[in-house]
């Protein structure tokens, strides 16, 4: 029987492209997470740059005065995803400003980090057992046993916090990092070259999972240790769609379920935040054009009340490259 719609239990490919923006803040090695074992290596060479006429995840809008790009990231990859379509690059070395879900320096991430904490920490004398089902904990002993992973640090925490960390230590283990991702890879090349600019700020993003109902949060840390170990093989599905630009497949793979399932939940994560983002987005045209290359989380682009979406209903095309 599935949860009532509005219920945390996003699929798993989802999930990660959402939230592994954060998870680059996730202080793991103060929790004892443990570590699984060295990565393995996995084909996921740049596809999509030895077939240029194939479309590549990026779309191209003219907005008055300014030149946008939009393109959609997967916030953790492997090292080999680089180097990337020479339209990709083009576009942001032509590009005067660079536009970030979250703008996260070294100081930044260690503010975040230390928020998470916070967040994530239980009221006092409170602990992680004491707020989830015997099931749940005797699951989350099983997982951790399997995976090498040790509770130690996380007992005083919040479900999500615990999820967040188990799925930190799962996209290790297959080499995966945030430090390798899309938007960081911009970010990095853009400093002191470009100017930054975020579309939303870290509180808003954690406030979506400290706002959890205690239900909820449970549900989260659960659906993590049941999928956990799929999580490698979700986000190679992911990227192959992303490196041949096929946004039918990438919105049946994180969108559509939940599109479906979720409407509610749909909505809060997807259709609000869109807008949210595209209003700032425009706002900040609108004061001072330019040339804009802009990197957000690859669903919030695709499918119904997908940016690209929203642009066109307010009659501005933007075509994919």
Request: hydrophobic content about 45%; overall charge negative.
């Amino acid at each position: 029987m599935r949860p009532v719609a509005g219920a945390w239990l996003l699929p798993r490919a989802l999930w990660l492209a959402l939230w592994a923006s954060l998870i680059s803040c996730q202080p793991t090695s103060e929790l004892h997470a443990g570590h699984a074992g060295p990565a393995r290596a996995r084909d996921t060479r740049n596809h999509a740059a030895a077939h240029p006429e194939q479309n590549v995840f990026l779309w191209r809008a003219q907005i008055g005065a300014s030149t946008l790009h939009l393109l959609g990231s997967v916030h953790v990859a492997r090292p080999d995803l680089y180097p990337l379509d020479a339209r990709i690059d083009g576009a942001f070395t032509q590009s005067d400003v660079l536009v970030l879900e979250l703008v996260l320096d070294e100081a930044a991430k260690l503010g975040a980090a230390r928020r998470m904490l916070e967040l994530g920490r239980l009221g006092p004398g409170v602990k992680l057992r004491d707020v989830i089902q015997p099931a749940t904990w005797d699951l989350l002993e099983q997982t951790a046993e399997r995976r090498g992973a040790s509770l130690f640090g996380l007992r005083g925490f919040h479900p999500w916090f615990v999820a967040l960390a188990l799925t930190t230590q799962a996209l290790e283990s297959e080499g995966f990092s945030s430090d390798n991702g899309i938007d960081e890879h911009f970010r990095q090349r853009a400093s002191g070259h470009k100017r930054l600019a975020a579309l939303e700020t870290v509180e808003e993003q954690l406030s979506l999972f400290s706002g959890l109902s205690p239900e909820a949060d449970e549900l989260m840390l659960k659906q993590t240790l049941e999928e956990v170990d799929q999580y490698a093989e979700q986000l190679d599905a992911a990227f192959r769609a992303w490196q041949t630009g096929d946004e039918a497949a990438l919105d049946q793979l994180l969108i559509g379920p939940m599109r479906a399932d979720y409407p509610e939940l749909f909505k809060q994560l997807f259709v609000d935040r869109n807008q949210r983002m595209l209003t700032k987005l425009l706002d900040m045209m609108a004061k001072q054009p330019g040339r804009y290359f802009v990197v957000v989380g690859a669903g919030h682009l695709v499918g119904q009340s997908g940016i690209v979406d929203l642009l066109r209903l307010q009659g501005i095309v933007a075509a994919q490259l």
